[in-house]
């Protein structure tokens, strides 16, 4: 997830869909993987563990969470991103104008798959939402204690607006960046196949 380059070779092969409740196993456990991951790190982006299932659930039920499958058929995704136009109001105040924008949740990618560009190419698809639905801005929180991910972000373009320094929230750093490829407004494709689901009501 932290490099700059899609390699297009491993992209093409992939699907992004919409979550089903079917998935809710994998991506608890690539959720949980990650979250192990980044606690590892010293990272309290997320909690040591992962998430509990009712945390995830609304957000497939709700039809804003995705993933792609992985291309050796295994059981957890490659990669999830939740996007939505939910605002937390801990962080996004009224004169941000938060119905300007789409914002990025559990963006995470299996370890097996770390390194290969997957994070940057769902980030240019969820800018390419952003211009689909009228909107402005992609945004989205991450760790307030981890400059790391944080120059990541930056190396997306995207621009660090304030941290929200909250002492129940380990998140708090907000970032944005313009709709369209990494800023660009572009009707360029992002590489993989995007197969979100026809029978869904299209939101995002």
């Known amino acids: 997830m932290h490099s700059n380059t899609v390699n297009p070779t491993l992209t093409r092969r992939l699907t992004l869909r919409r979550a089903t409740n079917g998935d809710l196993q994998g991506v608890l456990a690539l959720l949980a993987e990650t979250a192990g991951w980044l606690n590892g790190r010293g990272v309290r982006q997320w909690p040591v ?16 969470l995705y993933l792609l499958d992985g291309e050796r058929g295994e059981e957890r ?91 129940h929230r380990a998140s708090g750093a907000l970032f944005q960046r313009a709709g369209g490829l990494r800023g660009r407004a572009s009707e360029a494709e992002v590489p993989f196949v995007d197969r979100r689901g026809l029978l869904v009501p299209e939101q995002v």
């Open 49 to 64: 563990g992962g998430f509990p299932a009712e945390r995830i659930s609304p957000l497939i039920a709700e039809g804003v």
């Open 77 to 167: 995704p490659a990669a999830t991103i939740a996007l939505d136009g939910h605002a937390d109001p801990e962080f996004w105040a009224p004169e941000d104008g938060p119905g300007t924008a789409l914002y990025v949740h559990k963006l995470s990618v299996a370890r097996g798959y770390s390194g290969r560009g997957l994070g940057e190419a769902l980030l240019d698809w969820a800018g390419l939402r952003v211009l689909a639905t009228g909107r402005r801005w992609l945004r989205l929180d991450c760790s307030k204690d981890n400059p790391r991910l944080q120059d990541y972000y930056r190396g997306q373009r995207f621009a660090h607006l304030r941290t929200v320094d909250l002492p």
